[in-house]
């Protein structure tokens, strides 16, 4: 009878066990380790491997051990083109402006500035003064303030010299240790802020989009009027947007 398969306990088919090896051989480079991680028999791996060598989806190192090969490279490069974050995060962001009746936005790091790829507006009888298109400065934005926290020290100042930290309202961040401060701050809450620093009467919380490398290159934020939420009020929606954002994270093939 054929092995279980051990994510879902049932008996794996012939095509079921292929995927299982290369899922496995990706982030399991020795022969060993590829058994173990599958369940199946060393003479079933090796069989896979094999063919998986001759058809270029694996490539053998000069250690022995496992590398990608240059079909999956370049099947995953053309992947990579055909990615849609708008058509892939628009579902998330619909059922997340249900949760909060809040304008929800996703943006997209374009040079220094964010590039707002969605906006999503809630029932509430008012817009926010945004579209689709709009670039806004980093360190005036949430979303902005979510990817500099992806940036190392040297970055921070590299982006502060180039910008010069230009205010858009008079709360806006203005000089580069207060930068270095809230950004650190964002690191280690998981989500940021904008307090009127974009705009004036507008705030949010924002929370960071990883790529599949990792990488904050998106972030996605939750925005209302002043005259509705106070600021406490805001933060609490942060596990929404955080929640939100993880989503699609995972949906760009991100994983924790």
């Avoid at 926290?149 to 180039?162: C, I, K, P, Q, V």
């Avoid at 809450?189 to 904008?194: M, T």
């Avoid at 307090?195 to 929370?207: I, L």
Wanted: charged share 20%; glycine share 8%.
């Amino acid at each position: 009878m054929p092995p279980e398969n051990p994510a879902t306990g049932e008996r794996a088919s012939a095509s079921e066990k292929t995927l299982l090896v290369l899922s496995a051989v990706l982030t399991h480079p020795r022969f060993t380790d590829v058994v173990e991680a599958t369940g199946l028999a060393k003479a079933t791996v090796h069989r896979i491997l094999s063919t998986m060598v001759d058809r270029g989806y694996v490539a053998v190192g000069p250690d022995g051990q496992y590398l990608p090969g240059p079909t999956i490279l370049s099947l995953a490069g053309r992947a990579l083109q055909q990615i849609d974050i708008s058509a892939i995060a628009q579902p998330i962001v619909d059922e997340l402006v249900a949760q909060v009746h809040c304008t929800v936005h996703v943006g997209v790091a374009n040079g220094d500035e964010i590039i707002y790829l969605i906006r999503a507006d809630s029932d509430k009888p008012y817009q926010m003064p945004s579209r689709v298109g709009l670039t806004i400065p980093m360190h005036s934005s949430g979303i902005g303030k979510v990817v500099l926290s992806g940036f190392t020290d040297e970055g921070l100042a590299h982006y502060a010299a180039r910008t010069g930290l230009t205010p858009r309202t008079e709360r806006t961040i203005s000089d580069l240790e207060t930068l270095r401060r809230v950004v650190s701050t964002v690191r280690a809450r998981g989500f940021a802020e904008d307090d009127e620093e974009n705009a004036p009467g507008v705030r949010c919380v924002a929370a960071p989009v990883r790529d599949h490398t990792g990488t904050i290159k998106y972030g996605l934020s939750i925005s209302t009027l002043k005259l509705e939420h106070t600021v406490d009020e805001v933060a609490a929606m942060a596990p929404y947007a955080i929640e939100a954002a993880d989503k699609i994270s995972a949906a760009l093939g991100h994983t924790p």
